[in-house]
Each structure stands twice: as structure tokens, then as C-alpha cells.
């Protein structure tokens, strides 16, 4: 149980397009759904905290303009990438919690992004 | 601030032998301590959570808490060249929406 699942793996884009990553809990219903970023040997990185519903929350430091975030559902969240620039490569990691233990987060398997 | 801290690592030890790894924490008042584990390029993997002090099982895992020293480690015997990863040790922030904060990271290598 406490599957998540996350859409697509792998993405290589040009400067300025916009990306959409979608996360899914696949087995159990997603109170919350969070998303973190990590480049290359650095630790996880918080970006913002979605409940189903409402407004996501973010961090400080991470722009709600261009990481924007809809909790859709109790099963699915997407983060879009607008107009995304070199610097915003990174590993994008989704993660949902509410199976079982409410605190307890199950990562997606996350999204490589590229821009060229 | 809520500080998790872990030391990077490398911890080196050899196969078949018990890997330590310590975390420290600096809000009292968290209830929830958790341990990932990450491959190289590869997501977070739930090992196991612990609420209360003292000691909890998993197979080859043992995950310890002292809330009044506050840290929480893992055990893991009879370690395996596949276990070598980096182990992620997280913390219950608190707040309304279940926020975990995440230490950096302690490398484990098993070698053979």
C-alpha cells in the first residue's frame, strides 16, 4: 500500500516553456501533498505544502507565480514549471501523506527536468 | 529554527557488520521521527516511523528515540553493499499540515 506515483519521469524542455509534473497517491487518499526539489548532492528542499481545495503554501523563497500548485482531488496534485529557465533544473519530488499514519509522507518516484 | 542534523558521512563498515546512524533535533516538542532512504538519483523510500522512546524492530532495522536527549538513530544489522545509500533522518515540524523537516543526509557505504 501507500503508492505514489508521479508523471513523467523524465523531461527535457526548451527555455521558456512551461512544465506540468502530475503526482498521484494511487492507493489511499491524500489529505496532503507536498513538493520538494533536490539538485545534484544537496538535500531535499521544501517548496510548498497543498491540501486538497485550498491554496497551496509555500516556502519561503519559492515563487507561487512560477511553481504553481493545484490540488485537484484527494488523489492528485500538479506542480507546473511556468516558463521555465536553466536554473530550474532539478529532480522535482512529490510526496502524499494520509495513508495509515497521517504524518507519515510516501515519496513519488520524481521527475528529472532539463531546460536547455 | 527546527534543526534536524545528521553527519554526512561517509560511514564506511563492512558487510555483515551493524551501521549506526545518529540524528539530532532541536524542537522539543516533536512526536513523529522517520527514516528514509535514498539511492543515488532515485526518490525517498520509507524505512520506518517511531513515536514513543525506546526501541521498534523491522527485519534488520531498529530505529531508536530518546526524546529527552533528542535524537533518534538506526540500526541496521548485518549490513549489505544494498544498503549502501543515504539515509534521511526526518522530523514531525508541527503546524497544521504535517510538515517534516529533513536532515541532510548521512552516506552509508557497505563494503564487501
Known amino acids: 500500500g501507500a503508492v505514489v506515483s508521479q508523471h513523467p519521469s523524465r523531461v527535457i524542455c526548451k527555455s521558456g516553456t512551461s512544465v506540468k509534473i502530475e503526482c498521484r497517491s494511487l492507493d489511499f487518499q491524500a489529505t496532503t501533498m507536498f513538493w520538494y526539489r533536490q539538485f545534484p548532492k544537496q538535500s531535499l528542499m521544501l517548496m510548498a505544502t497543498?491540501?486538497?481545495?485550498?491554496?497551496?503554501?509555500?516556502e519561503q523563497g519559492v515563487e507561487k507565480d512560477k511553481f504553481l500548485i493545484n490540488h485537484a482531488s484527494l488523489t492528485l496534485s500538479t506542480l507546473t514549471v511556468a516558463s521555465a529557465h536553466p536554473e530550474d533544473s532539478s529532480f522535482y519530488i512529490c510526496?502524499?501523506?494520509?495513508?495509515?499514519?497521517?504524518?507519515?509522507?510516501?515519496f513519488g518516484p520524481g521527475t528529472r527536468l532539463t531546460v536547455l | 529554527q527546527k534543526e534536524v542534523e545528521q553527519n554526512s558521512g561517509p560511514l564506511s563498515v563492512p558487510e555483515g557488520a551493524i551501521a549506526s546512524l545518529n540524528c539530532t533535533y532541536s524542537?522539543?516538542?516533536?512526536?513523529?521521527f522517520f527514516w528514509y532512504r535514498q539511492y543515488s538519483g532515485k526518490s525517498p523510500e520509507l524505512i520506518m516511523f517511531i513515536y514513543s522512546n525506546g526501541d521498534k524492530e523491522d527485519g534488520r532495522f531498529t530505529a531508536q528515540l530518546n526524546k529527552a536527549s533528542q535524537y533518534v538513530s538506526l540500526l541496521i544489522r548485518d549490513s549489505q553493499p544494498s544498503d549502501s545509500a543515504t539515509y534521511l533522518c526526518?522530523?514531525?515540524?508541527?503546524?497544521?499540515?504535517?510538515?517534516?523537516?529533513f536532515g541532510a543526509g548521512t552516506r552509508l557505504a557497505v563494503h564487501p
Open positions: 524542537d522539543r516538542g516533536s512526536q513523529s
Open positions: 497543498s491540501n486538497e481545495g485550498s491554496k497551496a503554501t509555500y
Open positions: 510526496s502524499a501523506a494520509g495513508g495509515g499514519s497521517t504524518d507519515t509522507q510516501y
Open positions: 526526518a522530523v514531525n515540524g508541527g503546524g497544521g499540515y504535517n510538515k517534516l523537516i
